[in-house]
């Protein structure tokens, strides 16, 4: 289990104070009590990667950049599992991806707030993107 659960990152966009990721396997522990189709894009520069992402069901979208090694853009479609929008929108949330797509592929998402799992996406993508541990903030 990480060390990091109570901490805060002060610069959490900022690359040489990267927020301290989160123990994903707490993520997969979660029973996650909603689910809800999401829908998104990302697109990766080098050591920047944008993601936008919208829930349509709660008519719900938000934005959020990152920084770490990837390049290209792909858009994806998945599943969002989170316990409730009042607390994925109570703070911007750190989010740590992992990702591949070269013409098909898969994206998954964490999120977190206070390194305290808040929300846990799962998606298949196409286009032409590849990043790896990619930390940033994103706010609905």
Avoid: C
């Amino acid at each position: 289990m990480s060390n990091h659960t109570n901490q805060t990152n002060p610069h959490p966009a900022n690359p040489s104070h990267p927020a301290p990721r989160p123990d994903r396997s707490r993520f997969l522990a979660v029973n996650w009590p909603q689910l809800t189709p999401v829908i998104g894009n990302t697109w990766s520069a080098l050591i920047y990667t944008s993601l936008a992402m919208t829930a349509p069901l709660f008519h719900q979208s938000g934005s959020g950049s990152a920084f770490g090694l990837g390049i290209g853009a792909m858009s994806f479609q998945g599943v969002m599992g989170f316990g409730d929008w009042a607390t994925l929108k109570s703070a911007p949330n750190n989010f740590y991806v992992l990702g591949a797509d070269d013409g098909a592929g898969g994206i998954v998402m964490y999120f977190s707030i206070n390194n305290t799992p808040v929300g846990l996406v799962t998606a298949a993508g196409e286009g032409l993107d590849g990043f790896v541990g990619v930390d940033g903030t994103f706010a609905w």
